[in-house]
């Protein structure tokens, strides 16, 4: 209230007394009216801000931040364009639909946007949808900001999504509070619309290239610093493919058993944390057991393409060959 009051041209005053109350006035400057046309006047105190093209234009801000785009449904994009990027996906959680409509007419433009009314409500979509981003205030009913981020944090299925928190306190405590319990950002209300855009852009566009990193982690885990509860599930993803690997009939939805997701989930985790399929990180295990197997000799083409789950040889040396740039014998005679 202060900063609005503020950017108007006014002042703030509070005097409260244990036991007896509270007052909070609120000054704000007295300006001239404007000349109106006819048949369209102005109610007085919108008058008086649009004499003056500084508060006009706060006047303006507040106006969008308050009122959703006309006619735009709760789930489509606002702009009348699509999306740049529709595969990545942004969660905004707050509990005022104003400030969500806001928010999402300035990210519709590039990314699929979805919407959460609380806490509470945002756990669920985060764990169902996987997003690549999570939006969330932190005062909230049911469960607040600081309580969804410990909870996404702790959970495999969306600990790598990052999470920037939106609040209306400013100090440097709060700030630092927000930080210190794993926030990826902290951004300030009233806050700028191309900051925001700016830094959600940034924070995908950074696990964007931890995505390699993670990705050969899952072959040289040391090679890696990596959050130990990654750690912990591309592990589990490993050792299910490992112990899957000789089963031709070994897919996604066994992979999505054996970590405890359902399959749409691991695609989002997968796709998030590794850039890859679940389908492909498979093929990626077989094909790298066959070149190690043809490295070391250990069998024939055939025998090699059934030990790591191939029906047909016709299809593993076809998948080879995208592969490595070579057929499975050629590679061979190579090593």
Not at 130 to 148: I, K, Q, Y
Not at 158 to 172: F, M
Not at 175 to 204: C, H, M, T, W
Not at 328 to 335: E, G, H, I, K, W
């Amino acid at each position: 209230v202060r900063q609005l009051v503020e950017l108007h041209g006014g002042a703030l005053n509070v005097e409260s007394t244990v036991g007896a109350g509270t007052t909070v006035t609120v000054r704000l400057p007295a300006r001239p009216l404007v000349d109106a046309a006819p048949n369209e006047a102005s109610p007085p105190a919108q008058a008086a801000v649009l004499a003056d093209p500084a508060q006009a234009a706060v006047l303006a801000d507040l106006d969008a931040l308050t009122r959703p785009p006309d006619g735009a449904p709760a789930h489509t994009v606002t702009n009348g364009a699509a999306p740049e990027d529709e595969a990545t996906v942004v969660l905004i959680v707050d509990d005022n639909a104003d400030l969500r409509a806001y928010i999402r007419s300035h990210l519709d433009d590039r990314y699929h946007v979805e919407e959460a009314e609380d806490g509470a409500a945002g756990l669920m979509r985060a764990v169902d949808l996987v997003p690549d981003l999570v939006l969330s205030d932190v005062m909230m009913p049911r469960m607040d900001g600081f309580a969804l981020l410990a909870a996404l944090k702790d959970d495999p299925t969306t600990s790598h999504v990052p999470v920037v928190l939106l609040t209306a306190k400013a100090d440097a405590e709060s700030r630092l509070a927000g930080l210190q319990s794993g926030a990826d950002d902290y951004l300030e209300k009233p806050f700028d619309a191309e900051e925001l855009r700016a830094r959600v852009a940034n924070l995908i566009e950074s696990r964007r290239h931890l995505r390699a990193f993670w990705s050969k982690s899952l072959l040289t885990p040391e090679a890696v610093a990596v959050p130990s509860i990654e750690t912990a599930f591309l592990e589990a993803v490993k050792a299910a493919i490992e112990q899957g690997m000789g089963d031709a009939g070994f897919g996604v939805d066994d992979l999505a058993a054996a970590v405890g997701m359902s399959s749409r989930q691991l695609q989002r985790k997968l796709r998030g944390l590794l850039g890859e399929t679940p389908g492909a990180l498979v093929q990626r295990f077989r094909l790298e057991r066959a070149a190690m197997l043809l490295q070391q000799q250990a069998g024939s083409v055939k025998e090699i393409a059934f030990a790591v789950g191939y029906r047909s040889t016709s299809q593993f040396r076809k998948a080879f060959q995208q592969a490595y740039g070579m057929a499975p014998s050629a590679y061979a005679a190579t090593r």
